[in-house]
């Protein structure tokens, strides 16, 4: 299985950028479809963008526009770009890895302030 570690998370005014990264071991990254949740305070855990591992990205229309999701697999890495971050952006992120199952970072607190 997949260890996932996410980091890059922090407090950034509202219309600034801020970026995610997540390393993955363990397992054979490229098998992987990888993206990224949050969890807000007033919602259920959202999906956010997927890299998967045929080359689609994809996104949640809250974010579509904003944010960019990228992998590298020589680094078992992917990131997230996120740009225009608005207060409702606010929660946590996690990272999570799906193949076969899926796994899921220990999350990173992202705070945008108004």
């Known amino acids: 299985q997949v260890q996932l570690v996410e980091s890059g998370g922090g407090l950034v005014q509202a219309g600034g950028p801020l970026r995610l990264s997540c390393v993955a071991s363990?397992?054979?990254?490229?098998?992987?479809?990888m993206g990224w949740y949050r969890q807000t305070l007033n919602k259920q855990r959202e999906w956010v963008a997927t890299?998967?591992?045929?080359?689609?990205?994809i996104y949640g229309d809250s974010v579509k526009g904003r944010f960019t999701i990228s992998r590298d697999n020589a680094k078992s890495t992917i990131s997230l770009q996120m740009n225009s971050l608005k207060p409702e952006d606010t929660g946590v992120y996690y990272c999570?890895?799906?193949?076969?199952?899926?796994?899921w970072g220990q999350g990173t607190q992202v705070t945008v302030s108004s």
């Open positions: 999570y890895g799906h193949w076969r199952s899926r796994f």
């Open positions: 890299a998967s591992s045929g080359g689609l990205r």
């Open positions: 363990g397992d054979i990254f490229t098998n992987y479809d």
